[in-house]
C-alpha cells in the first residue's frame, strides 16, 4: 500500500510535521494553507503516539508513531502483507495452508478498507465478495449460545474432497422496515427510515444434516459485523484497573435501567474473565475486546484469533483444525463416501513424505476422522510472519479528528456531552504503562508497539449495554462501540452508506442515534429523547461532529 504521511508526533515536531500534509489533508485536518495551528488536545484520537492525521482513503491503514519510533515499520509492512494477500490451498509456499474448511481467503475481506464489514445487500450472502465483512451468527434461541454442532464463526468454503460445513447458496438476507415508538418522525416533522436485516438458512443448508445428523436443538441466525481494527493497540493499552474502575462507577451511579450484564460484573467483582487456558496458563484479564467482550488481551484477542479461524491456517501454537465443538463435521466428513473417494489426493499435497502414517494406514474412516481431528498439523504460518501480522495490528493508528474548528462540529461536541450520549461513549482515557501481556503466552513486550501514558480518544465506556433493537444482538448485550475515525468508514471502503452499529442496519448517524432509542427499555432511550426535542440545526450539529471523530 502507499503511505503518504508518517508523522512522529511528539512534543513539538507534530506540528512542523503537518506542513508535508498534501492540500486535501490540510483541509481534513483543519489546517489550512499550511498555516500551522494550536490543535485540541481532543482531535489527537490516538494521543501523541497513536494518531495520524491522514483523511484519505487511506486513513485506517497507517502505522502509528510507535511502530516508527521502535524501529518496527518493516515488520508492520510484512505484517500489512499477510492482511491484505489471499491465502491459497498449497501446501507450501507464500501464505500456504488454506482449509479444509474456511471462511474467507484473506483478513482484507472481511474488512476492507481496514476497517469493518459493509452494509449487506438484500439477497445471497456471498463471503467470497470482499465487501462482505459480515458473519453468521448460529445460536440457539433458547439459551442464547452458539449452537455446538457448527463452528462458532462458520465456514461457508471447503478444499475438495471436504465439502463446506454450510451452503451459502442456500442462505439469503432480507431487510425490514422498523417503526419505532414515535412514528419514525421528530417533533418538527423531519422523518426518517429504520431498517433491519434477517437471515434464512434452511436445514438443506447444513452438510451434516444431508449426512444424516439430526440437529439437537432449533436455531436462528443473525449478522454481525466485524469490528475495527485501526486503535485497538491503544485500547489495550488501558490499564485493567481503569477499567474496573469503569464498571464500578456506572454500578454505583445506577443511571442505566439495564445495569450491568451479570455474566461479567456483579456486586462490585468480576464475575467472569479471559483466560487462556489451552495455550497459555489460564491467567485471568479482563473482557476488552468484541461485541461480546468474549476476549481479553489484543495478543489473544479477535485478530490473533481470526488469522487462525477465518482460513484454518495453523501455526505452531494451533496446530489443529478450527471445526465446531460438537465434532459432527470431523465425523460426518469420515463416513462422506465423496470424501473418502477423494482423501487420499487430498492427502498426498498435505503430507507428501508420508510423515503421520496414522493418516495413511487403517480404515478410511478412521484415517480421515484422525486427520482431522489431529493436534500435531504441520506448521502453515511461520512465528516471524505471525509476530509481523501482530506487529501490524496493534500498530495502526487512529485518524485525528476532521473540521474541529468548524462551528457545527464544536456545538455538536458540546450537545453530545448535554444529552448524555457522552456517559456510554466515554470520550476519553489515559493508558497506563502498557506493560504488554499475552495470554497465549506467545509474545514479549519488546517485539510489539507500545503507547504508555497516551490521553486517547475512542468514545466508548469498554462496557456492555443493551437497547433492545429489533432483531438485536445475540444476547441483547454489546460492547460499547469506539466512534473515533467511523466518519470515514464511506471515504475508506467507498460504502454508499455510514453502516453502523453491530450489523451495519444504521445508513448515518442519525439513524444509529435513532435505533439507540427505539424501545423504551433502552439505555440510551432517555438520550435519544432529549435529542428528538433538540430543534433540527441541532441534532443535525451532533451527527455532524459524530462524523468528525
Known sequence: MRYQNIFALVGAASLAAFTSCSDDDLKDSGINGGEEKNIPEWCYAGGQLGTTFMATSNAFEQPSAAVENQGLFQSFKNGEAIFEKPFMTNASGVRSGLGPVYIRTSCMHCHPGYGHGKRLPAGQFRTNEPDNGCLL??????????????????QG?????????????????????????????????ETYSLQYPTVDMPESAIYVVGQGYELPQDYAVKLESTIGIYGTGLLDAIDEADIKAQYDLEAKDGYLPNGLNPAFYADGQWTSMYANAVQGDGTKYVRRFTY??????????????????????????????????AGTYALY??????????????????????????????????????????????????????????VWHRGLAVPAVRD??????????????????????????????DNLVDPNRFFTANVMPRYPHQKIWPYTDMVQHKLHMESDIRTGWCRTTPLWGRGLHQRCTGSATADRLH????????????????????????????FRALPKADRDAICTFVDAI
Open 137 to 154: 451468527v448460529v445460536y440457539d434461541p433458547s439459551t442464547e449460545a452458539y449452537v455446538s454442532w457448527l463452528a462458532g464463526m462458520p
Open 157 to 189: 468454503h471447503a478444499v475438495a474432497p471436504f465439502k463446506a460445513p454450510v451452503d451459502e447458496s442456500q442462505i439469503t438476507v432480507e431487510w425490514h422496515e422498523a417503526t419505532d415508538d414515535w412514528g419514525n418522525r421528530f417533533p418538527d416533522g
Open 292 to 325: 461480546a467482550l468474549s476476549r481479553g488481551p489484543l495478543m489473544d484477542a479477535a485478530g490473533a484469533n481470526a488469522i487462525w479461524n477465518i482460513t484454518n491456517v495453523t501455526r505452531s501454537d494451533r496446530r489443529y483444525h478450527y471445526l465446531d465443538g
Open 333 to 390: 466428513s469420515s463416513k462422506d463416501p465423496e470424501v473418502q473417494a477423494g482423501f487420499d489426493e487430498y492427502l498426498a499435497n498435505i503430507d507428501p513424505t508420508r510423515s503421520h502414517p496414522e493418516w495413511w494406514d487403517g480404515d478410511m474412516e478412521q484415517r480421515i476422522y484422525t486427520y482431522l481431528t489431529s493436534k500435531e498439523l504441520p506448521v502453515e504460518m511461520t512465528d516471524d510472519e505471525y509476530t509481523d501480522l501482530m
Open 404 to 433: 474541529y474548528d468548524d462551528p457545527e462540529v464544536l456545538r455538536g461536541k458540546e450537545l453530545f456531552s448535554e444529552i448524555g450520549c457522552a456517559y456510554c461513549h466515554r470520550p476519553s482515557w489515559t493508558t497506563g504503562e
Open 503 to 530: 450489523d451495519n442496519r444504521a445508513r448515518s448517524a442519525m439513524e444509529a442515534i435513532m435505533w439507540h432509542g427505539y424501545s423504551p427499555k433502552s439505555d440510551a432511550r432517555l438520550s435519544v429523547e432529549k
